[in-house]
């Protein structure tokens, strides 16, 4: 059985605030995805991590797989209250139709 | 383009009482996922359809829980005799073949309530 610890469960933060998630796994994945949910709405892909070592930026958010495909993290720079929500990491492996293993998540709060 | 639709919404049920959840996944997806999410928790796998048929129900918590899928689109989660433990939210997504990696796309879910 696959399982992704994603750590802090919770996170609460000033405006302006960088901040790291993280996802780890004794486990290799083939490839992982971030997510991010808004109460009441389903997650939303944020990035897909194939290649180990790879980083991706995407605007302030940037995410890297380990070289060995079995952790990732998101880093937030200068966090903005619209940040805020719940992170989802998910690995896909094992399977060859896309089956994926969802973290915990973490609550990220941005406070003004 | 239109995104996974889920319908209900919201259901509340009595304890015993059978539910249908409704998936409408983006048109041309071949991968269907039903998932299950307690409060502010992760994701839990219940069934994958490739097409019509369920390679892995894997997932699925107990024999009161099934689904089915039609024309290789709608795809209908069905819980009979519903517990108090079932209440969650029931999340469906779709997907495609993209490269090397199936990237999920997800409904807003359906709020089931069992009381």
């Known amino acids: 059985t696959q399982l992704l610890e994603q750590s802090p469960q919770f996170l609460s933060i000033q405006e302006g605030e960088n901040l790291t998630v993280y996802c780890n796994s004794s486990s290799v994945f083939s490839s992982l995805q971030w997510y991010r949910q808004e109460p009441g709405e389903g997650p939303v892909l944020l990035v897909t991590?194939?290649?180990?070592?790879e980083v991706k930026k995407l605007k302030r958010l940037t995410f890297q797989f380990g070289d060995a495909r079995k952790d990732s993290s998101l880093h937030i720079t200068a966090a903005q209250p619209g940040d805020t929500g719940l992170y989802l990491c998910?690995?896909?492996?094992?399977?060859?139709?896309?089956?994926?293993?969802f973290g915990q998540g973490t609550i990220l709060t941005v406070h003004p | 383009g239109a995104g996974v639709s889920q319908s209900p919404s919201n259901k509340v049920t009595e304890k015993g009482k059978d539910v249908e959840l409704r998936c409408d996944p983006i048109?041309?997806?071949?991968?269907l996922y039903w998932y299950r999410q307690s409060l502010g928790q992760g994701l839990e796998f219940l069934i994958y359809f490739q097409g019509n048929s369920a390679p892995d129900k894997s997932g699925l918590p107990s024999d009161r829980f099934s689904a089915e899928r039609t024309g290789g689109s709608v795809s209908t989660l069905t819980i009979q005799r519903t517990q108090q433990e079932d209440s969650a939210v029931y999340l469906c997504?779709?997907?495609?073949?993209?490269?090397?990696?199936?990237?999920?796309?997800f409904g807003p879910g359906t709020r089931l309530t069992v009381t």
């Open positions: 048109s041309g997806h071949t991968a």
């Open positions: 998910a690995g896909e492996g094992g399977t060859s139709y896309g089956k994926l293993t």
């Open positions: 991590v194939v290649t180990g070592g």
């Open positions: 997504a779709s997907s495609f073949e993209r490269g090397i990696s199936y990237e999920q796309y």
